[in-house]
């Protein structure tokens, strides 16, 4: 019997004008790696930005291992465990790649265990310690995805949940990335995987959910998925 860890459930959102999201419910269990796909302006990165508490829900509820987060404030998330890779990486990029690391474990819960932490980065990206001491702006799109990675890494996440990662990287950059995520998973780290990259997302995930146009088109067994012809239908939004 597997523990539920993020369960949103009916879930309206949107901007200015009609709702982007409508009635949207995903769960995530302990120890799962769901990918969550979609063409562009599915509504993917809408999702997890009002898991993160980026965006205010105008109808619905997400808790997180058994808290009602809804309405809590980006910081009060990611206290709670919920770390967010964003789209487009987002590293300081006149900053070293160390202080960038360093910036994810700020936080008080995260602050002793920083050595460690840090060490664990440069295990999964010894590339990271080499450049250690490079601005991040001078880093390769595919390094500063690692960066990213590891500055989410750096807050020790209970769920990881990362927006679109292999996005304009090198195929040799997105198998790097895709291992990392793999062995990260494989240690028990959960994670929300929102991707474009339909055959290695479900490869790699142990459920997959296919958003389109803002509503949940198909969900289920990654491996059934990849099988069913509607996946790829819902994902091309035909
Ligand atoms: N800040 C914003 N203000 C207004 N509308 C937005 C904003 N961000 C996204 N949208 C709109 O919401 C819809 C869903 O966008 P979203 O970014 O969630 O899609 P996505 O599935 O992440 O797409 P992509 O794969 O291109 O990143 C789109 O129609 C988009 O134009
Ligand atoms: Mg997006």
Known sequence: MSTEMLEVSGLTAGYAGPAVLQDVSLDVNAGELVGLLGANNAGKSTLINCVSGLIAPRAGRIRFLGEDITRLKPDQIVARGIVQ???????????????????????????????????????????????????????????????????AMMAGPKLLMLDEPSLGLSPLFVQSIFRALRGLNAEGLTMLLVEQNLTLTLSCATRGVVLERGQVAIAGDAAALAADPRTRQAYLGL
Not at 102 to 125: C, H, I, K, N, S
Not at 133 to 147: D, F, I, R, W
Request: hydrophobic share 40%; glycine share 10%.
């Open 85 to 151: 890779v964003p789209e487009g990486r987002q590293v300081f990029p006149r900053m070293s790649v160390l202080d960038n690391l360093l910036l994810g474990g700020t936080l008080p819960a995260a602050r002793a265990d920083r050595v460690r932490r840090l060490e664990q980065v440069y295990a999964l990206f010894p590339r990271m310690q080499e450049r250690s001491a490079q601005y991040a702006g001078t880093l390769s799109g595919g390094e500063q995805q690692m960066l990213a990675i590891g500055r």
